[in-house]
C-alpha cells in the first residue's frame, strides 16, 4: 500500500539528512527571528496577512530550489498527481474531526457568537500557508531525508515527529503563548501533543506518499484551533477526545496499510 513511499524514501543518503538538518536549524533561526520582528511592529490586519504569506513562503520555496538543484523533484516531497482525488478524499476524512470536535460540537454546546466571514476567509488563507510551508518542510523534505540515516519506520517517523515539535518551541516562547506560571509542564504539554500530530500527519503522508490529505487535515486543524479561540465559539473544550479519535484514525489507517 505505502510502495510509492518506501520508494521515495530508500533513495536518500547521509548527505541528505545532513542537508535536511540544516534546513531545520536554518528554519528554527528564520521563523524564530520572523515572530520577534512581527512582535515588535503594528501592523493592519491585511498587512499582517500579507507579511504571513510571504514569511511562510519563503522557506518552502528555499526547500523547492534544494529538491530541484539536487534533481530529485518535487514528487520526492509528496507532490504529485497521482492518485490525487484518493489522497484528497483521505485528508477530508481525516478534517472531520477538528470540525466537529474543535469548532461545531463546542459551538452548539456553548452558542456560537457572531460570525465575521470576511475575516474567517482571510484567516482560512493565512492558516493554509502557515500549515502548508510546514508541512512541506517537515513532512515531504525533513522527514523523508531522514531515512538516509535513520533506515525504518520506527526510528525515522519519532525523529521526525521530535523535530517538528521541537521546532515550535522557540516562536512559541517568543510569542508568550506559554502560560508563564507553568512553564515547564505548558512546554511539555504542547510538545507532545505536537508529536503526535506529527505521527498523524507522516500516517496520512504515507498512504499515497502525498501532501496533498496533509495540507487539509493541518489547514483544517490549525484553522478550527483558531475559530475555537475567537469570541465565535463559547463551549466544551473536547481537544483530549479530538487527539485520541485522532491516534484511533490514525492507528486504523497504519493497520489497514501495513505489509
Not at 40 to 66: E, K, R
Not at 142 to 162: E, H, V
Not at 204 to 231: E, R
Request: aromatic share 16%; charged share 15%.
Amino acid at each position: 500500500m505505502e510502495s510509492r513511499y518506501r520508494q521515495e524514501v530508500s533513495n536518500f543518503r547521509k548527505k541528505d539528512v545532513i542537508i535536511a538538518l540544516c534546513v531545520f536549524f536554518g528554519y528554527i533561526i528564520f521563523i524564530t527571528a520572523v515572530v520577534a520582528i512581527r512582535g515588535a511592529l503594528s501592523v493592519s490586519w491585511q498587512l499582517d496577512a500579507l507579511i504571513t504569506i510571504a514569511t511562510t513562503a519563503f522557506p518552502a520555496a528555499i526547500v523547492f530550489l534544494i529538491v530541484l538543484r539536487n534533481k530529485q523533484g518535487l514528487s520526492s516531497i509528496g507532490l504529485h498527481k497521482e492518485k490525487i482525488w484518493s489522497a484528497a478524499r483521505l485528508g477530508l476524512l481525516f478534517c472531520l474531526i477538528p470540525i466537529l470536535f474543535i469548532a461545531v460540537i463546542p459551538g452548539v454546546s456553548g452558542g456560537f457568537n457572531e460570525l465575521l466571514v470576511g475575516a474567517l476567509l482571510v484567516n482560512l488563507v493565512t492558516t493554509f500557508f502557515f500549515a502548508a510551508h510546514e508541512d512541506v518542510i517537515f513532512v515531504g523534505f525533513i522527514q523523508t531525508r531522514l531515512y538516509g540515516f535513520l533506515k525504518t519506520d520506527k526510528a525515522a517517523i519519532p525523529a521526525g515527529a521530535f523535530l517538528f515539535a521541537l521546532m515550535h518551541v522557540p516562536p512559541w516562547l517568543m510569542m508568550g503563548r506559554f502560560d508563564a506560571d507553568n512553564l515547564l509542564v505548558g512546554i511539555i504539554q504542547a510538545f507532545l501533543a505536537w508529536f503526535l500530530m506529527h505521527l498523524i500527519f507522516v500516517s496520512v503522508f504515507k498512504k499515497y506518499h502525498s501532501l496533498i490529505p496533509v495540507f487539509i487535515l493541518h489547514t483544517v486543524h490549525n484553522f478550527s484551533w483558531n475559530f475555537a479561540q475567537t469570541s465565535f465559539v463559547r463551549g466544551i473544550d473536547f481537544s483530549f477526545i479530538m487527539l485520541l479519535l485522532y491516534a484511533l484514525a490514525a492507528g486504523i489507517l497504519f493497520w489497514r496499510t501495513r505489509k
